[in-house]
Nanobody, 118 residues
Framework: QVRLVESGGGLVQPGGSLRLSCVAF????????MGWYRQVPGQERELVAQ???????DYADSVQGRFIISREYAKNTVTLQMNSLKSEDTGVYYC????????????WGRGTQVTVSS
């Protein structure tokens, strides 16, 4: 069984930065795709960013150029550096792990709240 544990959420002013981290516990394969989804109240969860085992990345159009996802294989961690934050980035951010880039996550973390507000 795999357990994903997020940290780093909080309150930040518009234009500020936050760094989210996720540690994967358990037998997670090296070929897994790691990523971040977010959910805004009343909306479905959406992909924010993901990174493959080979280092290829995908970003939502809304965060392209502002967010950076990175992965440290030896520590089973994935990090999301969020810069130039906007109020519309507010939501619960979930760490995820998937078999590939197309079929959606197999594992989900419990989520961490990010609030962008002045």
């Amino acid at each position: 069984q795999v357990r994903l544990v997020e940290s780093g959420g909080g309150l930040v002013q518009p234009g500020g930065s936050l760094r989210l981290s996720c540690v994967a516990f358990g037998s997670i394969g090296s070929g897994y795709v790691m990523g971040w989804y977010r959910q805004v109240p009343g909306q479905e969860r959406e992909l924010v960013a993901q990174v493959t085992s080979g280092g290829s990345t995908d970003y939502a159009d809304s965060v392209q150029g502002r967010f950076i996802i990175s992965r440290e294989y030896a520590k089973n961690t994935v990090t999301l550096q969020m810069n130039s934050l906007k109020s519309e980035d507010t939501g619960v951010y979930y760490c995820t792990s998937a078999l590939n880039r197309w079929t959606g996550p197999t594992y989900w973390g419990r989520g961490t709240q990010v609030t962008v507000s002045s």
